[in-house]
């Protein structure tokens, strides 16, 4: 599986939208972008994930860039609750979840 | 429904002794998996099982030992605990794939344990 690299920490004013950009340079073609957060304490939560193309639900929206080398996670409106730990993962599809390995994330502090 | 449950949520042993950490998932998903977080760290896989009665070995399986003898619960035992071993250890599960829905991991509260 590829390797993914994120910014160690970031900030975001509430109701702000909070981008969490993440590269991922070597993904190959069957290979899909996963996010997840982790809650102070708590285990780990789906977010989103998608291939190709910009994907949203009623967490975040998922932008992936054309050539596949790096995502950004969108939060539209950033909340006090969603200080996380935020992990962008990249695998193929179907192979089972033992193949996610959790990188150390970007720690995402909101701020009132 | 309760998703995945661990049990028990904190323990503290001391150096030799034996634990095992139950996790239990009422969805079921046909694969489980057992990681160990420590500080400042992302998730290390353990063990994983992709059925009942199937087991194998993660990224950092020395010293632990599962097992999966009915789909819904998944043991991870400790033979002889080390201090090395402190850490706080999440259960996950997730659908096969023919099984549909997505394909992502669903995880317990995690169990903290401390090796004295």
């Known amino acids: ?31 899909y972008v996963y996010w997840y957060r982790q809650i102070h304490s708590q285990g780990p939560q789906y977010i989103i994930h998608g291939l190709k193309n910009n994907e949203t639900n009623e967490m975040a929206s998922l932008i992936i860039t054309e050539d596949r080398k790096s995502s950004t996670l969108i939060l539209p409106h950033a ?34 | 429904n309760a998703g995945v449950t661990q049990t028990p949520k904190f323990r503290v042993l001391k150096t030799g002794q034996s634990m095992t950490l ?15 977080q420590d500080p400042g760290m992302g998730l290390r896989l353990i063990h994983y099982s992709v059925g009942e009665g199937t ?30 071993q402190t850490s ?13 829905g997505l394909d992502t991991q669903y995880f317990g509260p995690g169990t903290r344990l401390t090796v004295l």
Not at chain 1, 79 to 86: E, I, W
Not at chain 1, 89 to 104: D, Q, S
């Open chain 2, 88 to 100: 706080v250890y999440f259960c996950a599960s997730s659908p096969h794939p023919i099984q549909g």
């Open chain 2, 22 to 36: 139950l996790c239990a998932q009422d969805m079921n998903h046909e694969y489980m998996y057992w990681y160990r």
């Open chain 1, 79 to 112: 909340t006090l609750r969603d200080t996380a730990v935020y992990y962008c993962i990249v695998r193929v599809l179907n192979t089972g979840g033992f193949k996610t390995i959790f990188g150390a994330g970007t720690r995402l502090f909101v701020k009132a």
């Open chain 1, 1 to 31: 599986d590829a390797k993914t690299t994120q910014p160690t920490s970031m900030d975001c004013a509430e109701g702000r939208a909070a981008n969490l950009p993440c590269n991922h340079s070597t993904i190959s073609g069957n290979e």
């Open chain 2, 55 to 84: 087991t194998a070995k993660g990224e950092v399986p020395d010293g632990y030992n599962v097992s999966r003898l009915k789909k819904q619960n998944f043991l991870l035992g400790l033979e002889s605990a080390a201090p090395s």
